[in-house]
T-cell receptor, first 117, second 113 residues
Framework: DARVTQTPRHKVTEMGQEVTMRCQPILGHNTVFWYRQTMMQGLELLAYFRNRAPLDDSGMPKDRFSAEMPDATLATLKIQPSEPRDSAVYFC???????????????FGAGSRLTVL | GQNIDQPTEMTATEGAIVQINCTYQTSGFNGLFWYQQHAGEAPTFLSYNVLDGLEEKGRFSSFLSRSKGYSYLLLKELQMKDSASYLCAVRDDEYSSASKIIFGSGTRLSIRP
């Protein structure tokens, strides 16, 4: 049963601390998306990658957020320094995009719930 | 700009039928998705439409009209377990299946006995 694995599942930290969230996409998937979900904003796209290359991170606050894929099995989202307004659930999702288009259905991880005090 | 609109909340009765609408305005279009999300869980894929018309999958059907920027999700024979949020999402690049997928804010559906 293929799944997207995210760590940590829960994180409580103090304002100003660095937070790193990790995601292991499904083996063979070539696209990875990071979303943030809050009650007010719904699912916001932060960044996404295709074949490990960043395609769009315009949804991300550049001064404090960074997203990388050091290899095909790991995607990271880092916040430094964290602020209370960053409190949210962060989802990673992966999919398979092919030359012939296709759906590229996303499979989501369980999410990382971040609370910044 | 990009905009995806859905009703915030809906209520329906067990055994009945409910239709959840979604309208979108995006810079491009290359497919529309519906996802289901139970409280405290991750979204899971329900359906995909890229051409106009109706796609049926068991109790769930999804319709798309590209000219009207409109889709709906139809749920039949409602069950209590269908209580969840339903998210409409659009892939906004007509040239690539690897383009961004943008979500609406979701419709929270409550089923009453």
């Amino acid at each position: 049963d293929a799944r997207v694995t995210q760590t940590p599942r829960h994180k409580v930290t103090e304002m100003g601390q660095e937070v790193t969230m990790r995601c292991q996409p499904i083996l063979g998937h070539n696209t990875v998306f990071w979303y943030r979900q809050t009650m007010m904003q719904g699912l916001e796209l932060l960044a996404y990658f295709r074949n490990r290359a960043p395609l769009d991170d315009s949804g991300m606050p550049k001064d404090r957020f960074s997203a990388e894929m050091p290899d095909a099995t790991l995607a990271t989202l880092k916040i430094q320094p964290s602020e209370p307004r960053d409190s949210a659930v962060y989802f990673c999702a992966s999919g398979l995009a092919t030359v012939n288009s296709g759906a590229n259905v996303l499979t989501f991880g369980a999410g990382s719930r971040l609370t910044v005090l | 700009g990009q905009n995806i609109d859905q009703p915030t909340e809906m209520t329906a009765t067990e055994g009945a039928i409910v239709q959840i609408n979604c309208t979108y305005q995006t810079s491009g279009f290359n497919g529309l998705f519906w996802y289901q999300q139970h409280a405290g869980e991750a979204p899971t894929f329900l359906s995909y439409n890229v051409l106009d018309g109706l796609e049926e999958k068991g109790r769930f059907s999804s319709f798309l009209s590209r000219s009207k920027g409109y889709s709906y999700l139809l749920l039949k024979e409602l069950q209590m377990k269908d209580s969840a949020s339903y998210l409409c999402a659009v892939r906004d690049d007509e040239y690539s299946s690897a383009s961004k997928i943008i979500f609406g804010s979701g419709t929270r559906l409550s089923i009453r006995p």
